[in-house]
């Protein structure tokens, strides 16, 4: 069956320094992949998608994933950490049959950001 | 354009009872998708619709079930409580034309906060 796995439930970094969420997923043909921020009391927002086109992909708010088929990873990065970023974060993959309502979530990295 | 809207925000029942959840989709879109969220389970997909059809099933006994009206507006069900649905219902819709296009994205609204005591 298909799985996303998150490393880390948190990670805490301090103001203007690195993100970097991790996401590895167990898939033989290249999905898609999505990356979506919850805040507390509220929904998921999308940051950014992977589908083919390009596997550097861009998202909102400065982050951006590198899709790796060789290592089935799909790290989320962002190069300089705002206070606003602190949020819980979740790496997911469309289910098999390509429906993107039908997606498989990682179990989630809260972002703590430091002043 | 207005968001995916969920009603109620709150919801206590007690185990036994049964509940029903309601998604307005955001205008336009014809595909509405049900997740249930808690601590220990993460995300987990129910069901999604799309032209008042059932698309896809999540691995959900069958005392979860939805519905879609021609609206598009989608309510979901749960009989039977128990103390585990305690969660977070969240709702998605998508454009869902022609069945998806690789340019569609999923719009989550609020959610609904289910607690069974």
């Known amino acids: 069956a298909q799985s996303v796995t998150q490393l880390g439930s948190h990670v805490s970094v301090s103001e203007g320094a690195l993100v970097l969420l991790r996401c590895n997923y167990s898939s033989s043909v290249p999905p898609y992949l999505f990356w979506y921020v919850q805040y507390p009391n509220q929904g998921l927002q999308l940051l950014l998608k992977y589908t083919s086109a390009a596997t550097l992909v861009k998202g909102i708010n400065g982050f951006e994933a590198e899709f790796k088929k060789s290592e089935t990873s799909f790290h989320l990065t962002k190069p300089s950490a705002h206070m606003s970023d602190a949020a819980e974060y979740f790496c997911?993959?469309?289910?098999?049959?390509?429906?993107?309502?039908?997606?498989?979530f990682g179990k989630g990295t809260k972002l703590s950001v430091k002043p | 354009k207005a968001g995916v809207t969920q009603t109620p925000r709150y919801l206590i029942k007690t185990r036994g009872q049964q509940v029903t959840l309601s998604c307005s989709p955001i205008s336009g879109h014809r595909s509405v998708s049900w997740y249930q969220q808690t601590p220990g389970q993460g995300l987990q997909f129910l069901f999604e619709y799309f032209s008042e059809t059932q698309r896809n099933k999540g691995n959900f006994p069958g005392r979860f079930s939805g519905r879609q009206f021609s609206n598009s507006r989608s309510e979901m069900n749960v009989s039977t409580l128990e103390l585990g649905d305690s969660a977070l219902y969240l709702c998605a819709s998508r454009g869902g034309r022609g069945g998806g296009t690789t340019n569609e994205k999923l719009f989550f609204g609020s959610g609904t906060q289910l607690s069974v005591l």
């Open positions: 997911a993959v469309s289910a098999p049959g390509g429906s993107q309502g039908n997606l498989i």
